[in-house]
């Protein structure tokens, strides 16, 4: 892994730019950058990958005969034209749970490391015909850019534009020694639409970290119109552990709101307190798809026969299985990693409990 060649300071607020052409190629090239971001960083570090392949898919599943049954591959084979139509974001799903993910845990073990729990990451997708988080680069205090060897960048917008004598260009990371490229993802299936209207989702999201960020980021990134969001009444979580920082649900709704809405303006968001394990998704005919994590499977099954009963279309679900730290998605490399960054709301509060612990027997 190369390093970088000098030292450099402690800063707030930080921003990696960088971007992909493949999504079938292992993210480790990001390596180098968001390691010395996340080392360097004290509050705010956002990663924002720009790439044709993340512009609005065609609305409608591509045409398909015996020969060509695939959806547009998630691999770019020119770089002239930043504003084509991008991939069927159902079709790449796990392709993109992989990057969120490899980049997500990097910085999370890097921070608990560091004893940092509370570094807000966030990772954006933006396509050259996205809106920018413009907002993003010009409070960022230190701008890195890193992108795969051979690779061009998309025009950079203004705001990063305008910075760019200041911009730190980090060579990409060779794959580690004894690390092969990811497995193939399962064949996508043509049948899926790129988008679907109505997506819905369920959590707590107390002291929002990565694997909400996992979970809110794959909804988003399915979701065409709406994206409804369950979050866990104040009333159910009464048994939680560190129940006394548990963060209350006004202040849990507008936190996954903000964060949200900047990973894809433009998106209705619902977002609705859940006091049973169904919400919306017992009564709503126009939700058509469902995200859940592997521990919240039996979940969907619930939900799946009150539908039923209910006379009521199923839903197509989408499983977010690396917040399990399983190797069904991650590089075999990065699963140690991610079983030891603990990307948990208990975790963090049992943190929290301890630096108060901690300063007031100081004091």
Known sequence: MPA???TLEEVKRTVV?????DLHESPHFLAT??????????EALQVIVLSPLFNPPPDAPPATTESDSAPAPARLEAHDDWHAPGI????????VQRLLTFVYVQTTKIAQDLDRVLLDVDVYLKGPADAFPDEAVRSAERIFSVAPNGIPFPPLPASAADRKSEIIVVEPDDLPSGLSAPAPSSPPDPSLPPLYPVVALGGTFD????GHKILLSMGAWIAKEKLIVGITDDSLLGKKQ???VLEPLPVRTERTRAFL????????????PLNDVYGPTAHDPNVQALVVSKETLSGAESIAKKRE???LQPLRPFVIDVISATEAIVDSGDAAVLRAAKMSSTYIREWIVKKQQHTSDAS
Do not use: C, N, Q
């Open 4 to 6: 970088i060649a000098f």
């Open 88 to 95: 069927s974001r159902t079709a790449h799903f796990e392709d």
């Open 17 to 21: 730019l960088t971007t992909v052409h």
């Open 207 to 210: 002291h929002l970290h990565a």
């Open 242 to 244: 560190w129940k006394e």
């Open 309 to 311: 009963e209910m006379s």
């Open 33 to 42: 950058a968001v390691a010395t971001a996340a080392t360097t960083t004290t």
């Open 261 to 272: 809405e900047h990973f894809k303006p433009g998106l209705e968001y619902f977002i609705t």
